[in-house]
């Protein structure tokens, strides 16, 4: 069973960067691609990114130069690092591993980031 | 960029409805198509891969189809603990993309 464990909330100011990190248990990294989705106070879903197991990535092109993910395999941990960050990044942070090729069969429980002057 | 979008945006039933939600892709994905139920302050749960494949432990009267262009998701008895929303979500190219999402509501 893959249980993926995400950091807790942030509070940053507009400007600022944040690191959002999914810590893996069940799950090495090396065997798996892992996205990362975000979700704006009642909104829908937004897919920001993606790390292939061998470290290759696909990033969102709204988000081409603010983002990026990373992966440490000795710690089972992957990381979304966001910077420049304005108000309408507020959002649930979360991330999603892939259970077959680009389908995302399991989450993390999510990391709210707000970013407010 | 593949768009998707779904209708209806919310629907009202009743326990033991059939609901059926549909979702449009704006070029054809074969049958690279996944769904999602999301409840309130939850993660999103993947549902159906691949238009038709039930996950594991998802109760049978979710029936995914389609393929091309056009999806449904079918729920044949709508429980109490089906009321959430839906989400599909294209699998076929990068950037993945999802659906506005559907709101299954009580009537």
């Known amino acids: 069973q893959v249980q993926l464990e995400q950091s807790g909330a942030e509070v940053k100011k507009p400007g600022a960067s944040v690191k959002v990190s999914c810590k893996a248990s069940?799950?090495?990294?090396?065997?798996?691609?892992l996205s990362w989705v975000r979700q704006a106070p009642g909104q829908g879903l937004e897919w920001l990114g993606w790390?292939?197991?061998?470290?290759?990535?696909d990033y969102a092109h709204n988000l081409q130069g603010r983002v990026t993910i990373s992966t440490d395999t000795s710690t089972s941990t992957a990381s979304l690092e966001l910077r420049s960050l304005r108000s309408d990044d507020t959002a649930v942070y979360y991330c999603?591993?892939?259970?077959?090729?680009?389908?995302?069969?399991?989450w993390g429980q999510g990391t709210l980031v707000t970013v407010s002057s | 960029d593949i768009q998707m979008t779904q209708s209806p945006s919310s629907v009202s039933a009743s326990v033991g409805d059939r609901v059926t939600i549909t979702c449009q892709a704006s070029?054809?994905?074969?049958?690279?198509l996944a769904w999602y139920q999301q409840k309130p302050g939850k993660a999103p749960k993947l549902l159906i891969s691949?238009?038709?494949t039930l996950q594991s432990g998802v109760p049978s009267r979710f029936i995914g189809s389609g393929s091309g262009t056009d999806f449904t998701l079918t729920i044949t008895s709508l429980q109490p603990e089906d009321f959430a929303t839906y989400y599909c979500?294209?699998?076929?190219?990068?950037?993945?993309?999802f659906g506005p999402g559907t709101k299954v509501d009580i009537k």
């Open positions: 999603a591993r892939d259970s077959s090729t680009m389908t995302l069969g399991d």
């Open positions: 069940g799950h090495t990294f090396s065997r798996a691609g």
């Open positions: 790390i292939s197991a061998t470290g290759n990535t």
């Open positions: 070029q054809p994905i074969s049958s690279w």
């Open positions: 691949a238009a038709s």
């Open positions: 979500q294209q699998a076929n190219s990068f950037p993945l993309t």
